[in-house]
């Protein structure tokens, strides 16, 4: 079968899950949009800062230009908490055979690997049944075809719902009394306070102090901007 067939096929699918919505894939807030351009140091309280991610695609450069076109580029709209990483001026479709998800943003640098990373509400309006894992390990991964207006790929192993993870600097662990990947209890008081469990440490010289939890899990706390997150030993 051609990509040109197999395009045909998935616009008959996008067109009919359209009609049959009423044009929209599903909608929730994206983070994106809040104002998370810095993350703040150890706080003195012991409290670690706590951000919702939306669903978001990681593209290589060669996907970028299958994508957009020759000699584009992921272009930087706004710096998200971790530095040198921000949200890009591209946005993608993600398609299967079971449904449609529009308006997924694109995050930049390009990376080695194509990687999309969805709730499991996300997951399920897409029929998929994606593993819970750490970013870059694509062992298991789903598979998506993913659009833009010029063109579409296919994206092989590639979607995961990602684990709660905690960024940290190497002086932010020992402040904390944690290690890389060591697997920790967070408590987040909120309006619906919540302990979660299995959270991954992560530690880098070129991160920035910060937890991040997809979208399912920010609505089981009411995460709002003045939550707070405790590591629990």
């Known amino acids: 079968m051609t990509e040109q067939e197999i395009k045909q096929i998935i616009d008959c699918v996008v067109d009919r899950y359209i009609n049959a919505v009423g044009g929209n894939g599903g909608s929730s807030v994206d983070c994106t949009k809040s104002d998370c351009s810095s993350a703040a140091c150890s706080n003195k309280d012991g409290s670690v800062m706590i951000e919702a991610s939306a669903r978001h695609v ?18 930087p709209v706004r710096p998200l908490s971790q530095p040198g990483q921000f949200l890009s001026d591209k946005r993608v479709k993600l398609v299967t055979n079971k449904g449609v998800i529009d308006n997924v943003a694109v995050l930049g640098p390009e990376r080695s690997k194509i990687q999309v990373e969805l709730s499991l509400t996300d997951s399920r309006q897409l029929g998929l049944k994606p593993p819970i894992k750490m970013s870059g390990d694509l062992d298991g991964a789903g598979d998506v075809y ?18 709660a993870h905690i960024h ?19 408590r987040v008081d909120s309006e619906r ?41």
């Open 146 to 163: 993913i659009f833009s207006e010029k063109s579409m790929i296919e994206a092989k192993s590639s979607v995961i719902v990602a684990k």
């Open 58 to 75: 990681h593209l290589t450069k060669e996907a970028v230009e299958k994508l957009f076109g020759a000699g584009e580029k992921l272009n």
């Open 193 to 233: 306070p919540v302990i979660f469990d299995d959270v991954v440490i992560r530690v880098d010289k070129n991160f920035a102090p910060a937890m991040h939890v997809d979208f399912d899990e920010a609505n089981a706390c009411c995460l709002s901007k003045s939550a707070k997150a405790y590591i629990l030993k």
């Open 168 to 186: 940290m600097r190497p002086e932010d662990a020992e402040c904390y009394g944690v290690s890389d990947n060591q697997h920790v209890k967070v």
